[in-house]
């Protein structure tokens, strides 16, 4: 088992469709959660970032931290074809050193107009 | 905007082969790090660097695979030599605290 899954989708809307992302780990251990937005054939771009539990907010976007059920999603609100990409969640528990980010497959998204 | 700087973007290369990867991060970022991402999935840590040491290298294939970092800046990672399943794109990230920021990747090709 993974310890990070994510629903590879493809998931596709409409323009102006609220989309909702998510993905579940199975580590206690991490505290720090992000989102990446991937285009095709381009580096990952950070979109949110958010340590331990609780909601936060960003423009149309809105990601939302649960640890105690191992659970993280991402909101996207008035979606435009603009967001069409692939949406990275990535984690990690963060030591003294630094700590690696473990990432899932990744949502391919699709907002047609 | 700082961006972490990645070259070549893209690189075909026949098995057997040499080829290296080089990356310039983010002005102040300790933290380097080296990703390969295979075509649906997300990226898998290779190595990372605090600095000129290496943090983590537990997934590196090191009989063929190996980066530094020798002044603390930039960082070149090689695969010697090369093999068809190393296809991928090659990704280097960066931070000064805990997010990471990333290059735009090379694309590796082996034929």
């Known amino acids: 088992q993974k310890e990070v899954e994510q629903d590879p989708g493809p998931l596709s809307v409409p323009e102006g469709a609220i989309v909702s992302l998510n993905c579940t780990y199975s580590?206690?251990?991490?505290?720090?959660f992000m989102w990446y937005r991937q285009y095709s054939r381009k580096g990952p771009e950070l979109l949110m970032y958010t340590y331990s539990s609780g909601n936060k907010e960003d423009g149309r976007f809105t990601a939302q931290v649960d640890k105690s059920s191992k659970y993280i999603s991402l909101f996207i609100r008035d979606s435009q074809p603009s967001d069409s990409a692939t949406y990275l969640c990535?984690?990690?528990?963060?030591?003294?050193?630094?700590?690696?980010?473990?990432f899932g497959q990744g949502t391919e998204l699709s907002v047609k107009p | 905007e700082a961006e972490v700087a990645q070259s070549p973007r893209y690189k075909i290369t026949e098995k057997s082969q040499a080829v290296a990867f080089w990356c310039d991060p983010i002005s102040g970022h300790a933290t380097l790090y080296w990703y390969r991402q295979i075509l649906g999935q997300g990226p898998e840590l290779l190595v990372q660097?605090?600095?000129?040491?290496?943090?983590?290298d537990s997934q590196l294939p090191k009989d063929r695979f190996s980066a530094e970092r020798l002044k603390g800046v930039d960082s070149t990672l090689k695969i010697q030599p090369a093999e068809l399943g190393d296809s991928a794109m090659y990704l280097c990230?960066?931070?000064?605290?805990?997010?990471?920021?990333f290059g735009q990747g090379t694309r590796l090709t082996v034929v």
């Open positions: 660097f605090q600095d000129e040491s290496v943090v983590d």
């Open positions: 990535a984690m990690s528990a963060f030591d003294n050193q630094g700590g690696k980010l473990i």
């Open positions: 580590n206690s251990a991490f505290q720090y």
């Open positions: 990230a960066s931070s000064l605290s805990r997010e990471a920021f």
